[in-house]
C-alpha cells in the first residue's frame, strides 16, 4: 500500500519543481547558447551546463512524482544539484566596466597569448575555458608623484636630479594621461600585471626622471631659479608624451607641482647671492635717479641763467632808450591838466615847456 503524501509535501515537492523548471529554462536557452556564442570554447561549458541541468531537471520530476518516505533524501540531493547550477551560471561571465576595456588571454592551443586584436568593450562576457580576461581603464588619468607620503602613495615618489655643478635638486611632478582605446593590447602585452595604471606611473616617473637628469645636467642652480627651468620642464614634457604615443597613451601634461627643494648650504648660498644682487641693483637705481635728478637740476639752473640774461638785456636795451624828451613825454601822457595841491620850493609847473 502506498505511502500518503501530505499536502504540505505536496507543496514543498511543486516549489522545488517549479524553480527549477525556470531555472533550466533558463539555463538551457539563455545561458548556455550565449555561453556557446560569445566565447571562444564556449560549447563545452554550454554542454556542461545542459547536462547539468537535465540531470537536475531529472531528479526534480522524480522528486516530484516519487511516492515513497525517501522524499528528505531526494530534496537534499536536489538542492545541491540547484546549488550547483546557480553557482556555475554565476562564475560563467566576465564584466567589463564603464571606461573600461577588456582584453582575452588564451592560454591554451594555436592562438595562445594575448589577443591583440578583438577589444571588449564594457559589458558583460560568458567565460571560456583556458580564456582569462582583464579589464583596462582608458579614462583620464592623473597622478601626482610627492614627497608627501600622505598624498598619493606612503612612500616618497618625489623626482631627484643633479644640475651640471652636480647639486642635487629634488621636485614633486604631476602627470595625466589617456590610454587609446584600440592600444589595451599592446599595453597589457607591454606590462603583464593586472594593476595597469601602476605600472604606467611607475613607467612615466622613471622617464621624467632620465629626462629631467639630461636636461639639469645643461644648467647650472642660478638656470634652474630663471626661465630655464621652465624650458627645462617643457622638453621632459615632450620626451613623456614621445614614450605615450610609442605606448599608445595620450601624454595631456606633465609639470612640476612644487618648488624645486635645494640642499640648505645651497640655497642659503643662492639667498645670499640674490640678495646682494638686489642691493648692488637698488643702489645702481638709486645713482640713477641722483644722475637724473641732476641733470634735471641743471637743466633748470641753465634755463634761469638764460632768463636772467634775457632780462638784463631786455633792461640794457630799455634803460639806453630812455632820453630826457622820452621822459617828458610821459609826464604829458599822464598828466590830467591840474597843478598839484602841494608843491615844494619855487613852485611851477610839473612840465617843461619850453
Known sequence: MSQKVSGFDVFV???VAITGLMIALWLLFVVAPNQANYAEGGIFTALAIWGITIAGLLGFGYTLYQK???FKGFFSLNLVTLLGISMLASACYHTVPAGNRGVKVHLYGNSKGIDKTEVLNPGRYWRAWGVEYHNIPIYQKTYNFTQDKNESSPIDESISFQTGQGTKINADIGISYQIHENAV???????RVDDITGALNQHFRNVARNEFNVQAAKLSIEDLLGPSRTMMVKAVEKRAKEEGE????NVIYLNLTSDLRLPDEIRQAVNDKIKKIQQSEAKEFELREAIAQARVDSVRFYSEIQKAKAEAEA?????????????????????DGKNPQVVS??????????
Open 13 to 15: 515537492r511543486a516549489t
Open 68 to 70: 515513497k518516505s525517501n
Open 185 to 191: 593590447g599592446k599595453i597589457f602585452d607591454r606590462f
Open 246 to 249: 610609442i605606448l599608445g597613451v
Open 315 to 335: 633792461n640794457r636795451i630799455k634803460a639806453s632808450s630812455i632820453t630826457r624828451e622820452l621822459i617828458e613825454m610821459e609826464k604829458v601822457k599822464k598828466w
Open 345 to 354: 620850493g619855487g613852485g611851477g609847473l610839473m612840465v617843461d615847456i619850453k
